[in-house]
């Protein structure tokens, strides 16, 4: 089942666009993440494609999160509270999500999730990753909720 989940998004991501498809990368530990760098992302979102969620919890988010971000806590997906269903409900399927956290493994985690739910979805890694590629952050200190 899993292979048939993995090739179908394989074939979805192909018919996306041969440049996006050259910016995909598979990788296998235990299962196949398909993932995305932060530039990429950036530029599927300016091109309308992708939704960026930002899956870190409220005291990661406060030291800043990316731009584009929009922002649900992967605790919050994990419990299916209201809040979450509510999010997930408002969220486009006929484009990726593209999903980060700290490093990457919790975004793992919620592409289950959202894969679950039939979103096609990306990992971006971690928050590191998009400071460290110099694009736009915003700060949060006010309640996000």
């Known amino acids: 089942m899993k292979?048939?989940?993995s090739f179908l998004s394989i074939i979805f991501l192909a018919t996306v666009g041969s440049d996006f498809w050259q910016l995909a990368e598979a990788q296998v530990a235990n299962e196949t993440i398909v993932s995305i760098k932060p530039i990429e992302a950036q530029k599927m979102i300016h091109?309308?494609?992708?939704?960026l969620v930002d899956v870190r919890e409220r005291t990661e988010i406060i030291k800043g999160m990316a731009d584009e971000a929009q922002w649900m806590p992967l605790s919050r997906m994990e419990n299916d509270d209201l809040m979450y269903i509510d999010f997930v409900n408002r969220l486009p399927k006929d484009k990726i999500i593209i999903l980060y956290c700290a490093s990457g493994k919790r975004a793992q985690k919620a592409q289950k999730k959202l894969e679950n739910r039939g979103f096609?979805?990306?990992n971006m890694g971690g928050y590191t990753d998009w400071v460290q590629a110099k694009l736009p952050i915003k700060k949060n200190d006010h309640d996000l909720y």
């Open 3 to 5: 292979n048939v989940v």
């Open 47 to 51: 091109q309308n494609k992708a939704v």
């Open 120 to 122: 096609q979805t990306l």
